[in-house]
């Protein structure tokens, strides 16, 4: 996830999404939580819920798309053990979230009210 190293903290992503918003914290540090092995229950929580719509990138000044943190995040967890791949619902893992929030917060990004 070296992409997520330049990551300038601006909060940007953090004001598109929710679920972003509610974690607290940017790409760059999620990327160095999971490299470090310091992903306690929130975050693994969000990594499994992002449903990786994109959104949250859209005004990126590194031009970094969260979702590809989380998608790196998931392979990664899923290569070491933390995410059991026999247990892991493929996509929608919190539908009701991911259904109606995200289509929610994703229709406020692109002004489609
Ligand atoms: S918008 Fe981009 S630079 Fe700003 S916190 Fe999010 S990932 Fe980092
Ligand atoms: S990819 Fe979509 S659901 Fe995931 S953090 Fe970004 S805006 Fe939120």
């Not at 903290?9 to 918003?21: E, M, V, Y």
């Not at 819920?49 to 798309?65: K, S, Y």
């Not at 790196?72 to 967890?77: D, I, S, V």
């Amino acid at each position: 996830m070296l992409f997520a190293a330049s990551c300038l903290l601006c909060g940007d992503c953090l004001d598109r999404c929710s679920l972003l918003a509610d974690l607290g914290l940017m790409p760059a540090e999620i990327a160095e939580a999971v490299a470090s092995g310091q992903v306690d229950e929130r975050l693994l929580a969000a990594i499994q819920r992002c449903d990786l719509c994109g959104a949250c990138g859209r005004g990126c000044p590194a031009e970094i798309n969260p979702a590809e943190v989380f998608l790196a995040a998931r392979q990664a967890l899923i290569q070491n053990g933390t995410i059991s791949p026999f247990e892991y619902d493929v996509m929608l893992t919190d539908r009701d979230w991911q259904v109606r929030q995200a289509a929610e917060d994703l229709r406020r990004v692109t002004g489609e009210v």
